[in-house]
């Protein structure tokens, strides 16, 4: 396990964009038989997504959540030094779409700027990276972008993956900071476990081609192609409660505090049985793990942000956020947990787009 502690830097701001389209769980039922929709539906916690049009790209959603972060705080576009976009659904191939959000964003030319491809572990990894430079000289703050619109990736006639994903962009503005005292991440990767969640052809291992797009029905009667999401479900949800669980005790011990002076976890919104199913078995009281995923279901690297966003605007919601624990999960695989804190974070509400 990588294990990195930071001195003096924290999360001032968090902004978050979604699309205005609704796809709603229910009308799922040419895919999901009547009779277990309801049960599907409250087993995963996911009603309803957003879905991105065909013209809206990730980068477009973050690019909105990070025009709300700079009106809503009065940020100097000349003070941020770097920009990381977080995503698996880029606006091409090459370049990386970073370096135009920094233009499109009006910031400055010697603004660093990079693309870090990564699911939903995303988040807790890229607050690692955006923390490792803010801790060094001539660096003040970072802009840490994390999207995705997954639904462009999903097969409709796949019951596993149609129900869980949906589309959102986030902005995250980390900066030097005497009062944020010490935070804590914990990193992890297990290759073995690739094929557990991935999209088999579109890459250079098995190039885009007439067979990757030849519709295949699975032994469960699912319809997808080779650059369609494949997920299987079962070896997501064992990799989760035998891994995370661990991990999450592994950093708590070593950031010197107990599981009780946790206030919040954040869990990627993976699907509700599972998170649930984490936060027993930690013992940690479900009234201090927010959730979104009900409204706006599984959307990888942005879950955690847009968690933040719709969950803790209000500030009577959640008002004790010293200690925040941060836990991404998934494709890879790979697995993140991050101790910080968020007493002085300024959280925009949800724009739409």
Same mark, same amino acid.
Request: with cysteine; charged share 25%.
């Given at each position: 396990m990588a294990f990195i502690t930071f001195e003096n830097v924290g999360i001032k701001a968090v902004a978050a964009c979604v699309p205005q389209k609704i796809s709603s769980n229910f009308d799922l039922r040419d895919l999901i038989p009547d009779n277990e929709v309801e049960k599907t539906v409250n087993a995963i916690g996911i009603r309803e997504k957003r879905f991105a049009d065909a013209?809206?790209?990730?980068?477009? #959603?973050? /690019?909105?959540?990070?025009? *709300?972060?700079?009106?809503?705080?009065?940020?100097?576009r000349e003070s941020i030094d770097?920009?990381?976009?977080?995503?698996?659904?880029?606006?091409?191939?090459?370049?990386?779409?970073?370096?135009? #959000?920094? /233009?499109?964003?009006?910031? *400055?030319?010697?603004?660093?700027?990079f693309d870090v491809n990564l699911a939903c572990s995303g988040y807790v990894y890229g607050l690692s990276i955006a923390f490792s430079f803010v801790s060094q000289t001539g660096v003040d703050k970072v802009l840490l972008l994390a999207g995705e619109t997954l639904s462009k990736t999903v097969s409709q006639k796949d019951k596993v993956t149609a129900p869980l994903f949906g589309d959102a962009g986030t902005a995250t503005l980390i900066e030097k900071g005497t009062n944020y005292g010490t935070s804590y991440f914990s990193l992890n990767s297990d290759g073995s476990g690739v094929d557990i969640l991935n999209m088999p052809y579109g890459g250079y291992r098995n190039p885009s081609c007439a067979v990757g797009f030849e519709e295949k029905t699975d032994q469960d009667g699912n319809i997808l192609h080779g650059e369609h999401l494949h997920m299987d479900g079962m070896g997501i949800f064992n990799f989760g409660i035998k891994l995370v669980p661990i991990d999450i005790k592994y950093t708590i011990e070593r950031s010197g505090k107990s599981l009780s002076e946790i206030d919040i976890i954040l869990f990627h919104?993976?699907?509700?049985?599972?998170?649930?199913?984490?936060?027993?078995r930690l013992k940690f009281d479900l009234k201090n793990v927010p959730y979104c995923l009900e409204k706006y279901g599984n959307t990888g690297p942005a879950s955690i942000p847009l968690t933040i966003?719709?969950?803790?605007?209000?500030?009577?919601?959640y008002p004790n956020r010293k200690n925040v624990l941060m836990s991404g999960f998934g494709a890879g695989l790979s697995w993140g947990t991050a101790i910080t804190t968020m007493e002085e974070s300024r959280i925009s509400e949800v724009i739409e787009y």
């Open positions: 013209d809206v790209c990730s980068s477009d #959603l973050c /690019y909105k959540a990070a025009e *709300k972060l700079f009106e809503d705080n009065q940020i100097d770097a920009l990381i976009f977080i995503t698996s659904t880029p606006d091409y191939k090459q370049p990386a779409t970073a370096p135009s #959000l920094q /233009y499109r964003l009006g910031l *400055k030319k010697a603004t660093l700027s919104q993976a699907n509700k049985m599972m998170t649930d199913f984490l936060a027993k966003v719709t969950q803790m605007h209000n500030s009577e919601s």
